[in-house]
């Protein structure tokens, strides 16, 4: 399978839904993309225009500022002590690391990528880009013995399910028993909500209670996106096995998948400064805060949703029906079809909302539940 041979792009089945949530006379109140809409940070914008005298190559590996600063991150924010140089690397966002994974370890036909039942579909886009078998699973004891790669993703994309230290760990161990890379997806990991992870820090794959220490064939991908307002700027990162690293950067060089010089500035830049996370994520808690109440008051029920930017509910209805139900009160999801095959009757609602379009939202679901 290639390129050509992928399926429409699925966003655009929701043209329809935006059209009518528009013709609301209190206008849309967009919660379908996690598309950060606050500030970039000052710091972080002035990191990158202090670098714009970009004449030269940027580095693949990444400058040893951003090195440094993607390993003392690890250390200070994710319990993961002792990161090399030699054990991250920064990429062009996160989204192209998950497409190309499979192709840039060797994968093909014959392999497995299994990935979360509720899935954001890239990963199975990088499967069937080199003919790899995507498999939905939650269940480490269903893994084949084909299994080449397991994408983890915690806190979950769409659901908000957040893995323990002890699941992370059941899920290396069943991994590295079949010979399989494990990449874990935990660019929503500073964004936790109920408990223990509104008080306790969510796990990496990384923390050493989950691996005594040993990355083998353990990769933990990051995005300051969310958590930095940097979606325009495709900042992310990797951190873990020092030979995958080796192998993943060697691919990257031939391909010419560099970060820009300025970026990595305003990384290192984002990295070092704690302040700015804490208060967006205060931003997108007290939108979640009047969001999910309003959601309940009209009939829906929120599963997971333990952490990460969204709300993931469901009425009991086909996801479509309540997506029209929704564009009639001037509010768009995202359908939970969207997002593999096993949660047909859910939908998806991002946080990534100005304060008061979230407001019109929630004080519409209000009324309709009157």
Not at 27 to 43: E, N, Q, R
Not at 311 to 326: N, Q
Not at 352 to 360: M, S, V
Request: include cysteine; proline fraction near 8%.
């Amino acid at each position: 399978m290639g390129v050509a041979d992928l399926a429409d792009y699925p966003w655009d089945a929701v043209a329809p839904y935006a059209e009518q949530a528009r013709s609301h006379p209190g206008g849309i109140a967009d919660l379908s993309i996690g598309s950060p809409v606050d500030a970039t940070p000052a710091l972080v914008a002035e990191a990158l225009a202090g670098a714009t005298d970009a004449h030269a190559y940027p580095q693949t590996m990444g400058t040893p500022a951003l090195r440094a600063a993607i390993a003392d991150w690890y250390a200070r924010r994710r319990g993961v002590p002792g990161l090399a140089p030699e054990n991250v690397l920064p990429t062009v966002g996160s989204k192209e690391l998950v497409a190309l994974l499979p192709l840039l370890i060797g994968l093909g036909p014959g392999d497995v990528v299994v990935h979360p039942r509720a899935a954001y579909p890239t990963y199975e886009v990088g499967a069937r880009l080199v003919g790899a078998t995507p498999l939905a699973s939650d269940d480490p004891a269903e893994w084949p013995a084909e299994t080449k790669l397991v994408w983890l993703n915690s806190p979950g994309n769409p659901d908000g399910r957040v893995m323990d230290a002890a699941s992370l760990r059941a899920a290396v161990e069943r991994a590295r028993g079949l010979g399989a890379v494990l990449a874990s997806d935990e660019c929503y990991a500073e964004l936790g909500w109920d408990a223990p992870w509104d008080v306790e820090p969510i796990p990496s794959v990384l923390d050493p209670r989950v691996t005594d220490g040993e990355l083998h064939g353990i990769l933990s991908v990051y995005s300051l996106s969310k958590q930095s307002n940097l979606a325009g700027y495709r900042a992310a990162f990797l951190a873990g096995d020092p030979a995958l690293v080796e192998r993943l950067l060697t691919g990257r060089k031939h391909l010419g998948l560099m970060l820009p010089a300025p970026v990595q500035r305003a990384m290192t830049a984002a990295l070092a400064d704690d302040r700015h996370v804490a208060v967006q994520k205060e931003l997108y808690r007290r939108r979640r805060e009047v969001l999910k109440p309003a959601l309940e008051a009209a009939g829906f029920r929120v599963d997971g949703s333990e952490g990460g930017l969204y709300l993931w509910a469901t009425e009991g209805l086909d996801a479509w029906d309540s997506m029209g139900r929704l564009a009639a009160l001037g509010i768009l999801a995202g359908p939970g079809h969207f997002y593999g095959t096993h949660y047909p009757r859910h939908i998806r609602l991002s946080l990534t909302a100005t304060d008061e379009r979230i407001d019109a939202a929630a004080d519409r679901l209000r009324s309709a539940a009157l």
